[in-house]
């Protein structure tokens, strides 16, 4: 089974943090994505990575960054947090033409 | 008009009848459809991939694809309490071969 691990379940950070949400596979999946989904508006796409070091913006990128070291590894930061970034953080993962697989989610409340 | 359309729900169906979703997509040219099931607070649960027209099956669910309608429809047969959740229809639009666009999902609830 695929497996996609987000690294925390929820978090509370404060205004301005810096905040970093962590996602790793290990089925060996070229392309990784970060979306965050929000009731009544559905998910959006964040940024996503087609491979190491490569990473293309989604619908939403304003105030969030991505890095992709490693294969196995995406992460998402929050430069300087806001409270509407309070929402549910997912990642996923897939091949290309292949549906993609989520994590468990990060619901991160900005205070 | 959205990329990826569905009806919002809620879908009201008793327990053991069989339940109808539907989604209907603008990008003529696209190549892979998927349903995904998200329980209340839960990520989404991939349930069904369809690649060309027709129908297939999995157990209680039947995929079902008509790309010269543009619209994909997913049938859960006996439907059960435990089959309410959210159902996402994604699809793979043409050229964007690495993202999949989303529809907002219909709700579904299986009435005991």
């Known amino acids: 089974d695929v497996k996609v691990t987000q690294s925390s379940r929820y978090l509370v950070k404060r205004t301005g943090e810096k905040v970093f949400l962590e996602c790793v596979q290990d089925m060996d999946h070229e392309n990784m994505f970060w979306y965050r989904q929000d009731p009544g508006l559905g998910l959006r796409l964040i940024y996503f990575?087609?491979?190491?070091?490569?990473?293309e913006k989604g619908d939403i990128p304003e105030g969030y960054s991505v890095s992709r070291e490693k294969k196995e590894r995406f992460s998402l930061i929050l430069e300087s947090a806001s409270t509407n970034q309070t929402s549910m953080y997912l990642c996923?993962?897939?091949?290309?033409?292949?549906?993609?697989?989520f994590g468990d989610g990060t619901r991160l409340s900005i205070l | 008009q959205k990329e990826v359309e569905q009806n919002s729900g809620p879908l009201s169906v008793p327990e053991g009848a069989i339940a109808s979703l539907n989604c209907t997509y603008s990008?003529?040219?696209?190549?892979?459809f998927f349903w995904y099931r998200q329980y209340s607070g839960k990520s989404p649960e991939l349930i069904m991939s369809?690649?060309?027209?027709g129908d297939k099956e999995d157990g209680r669910f039947t995929a079902q694809l008509n790309k010269a309608s543009q619209y994909v429809s997913l049938l859960i047969r006996d439907s059960q309490p435990s089959d309410s959740a959210t159902y996402l229809c994604?699809?793979?639009?043409?050229?964007?071969?690495?993202?999949?666009?989303f529809g907002t999902g219909t709700k579904l609830q299986v009435i005991p």
């Open positions: 990008d003529r040219g696209s190549q892979s």
């Open positions: 996923a993962s897939s091949n290309v033409q292949q549906p993609q697989h």
């Open positions: 369809i690649y060309s027209n």
């Open positions: 990575s087609y491979d190491v070091k490569m990473k």
């Open positions: 994604a699809v793979h639009p043409s050229g964007g071969y690495q993202k999949v666009t």
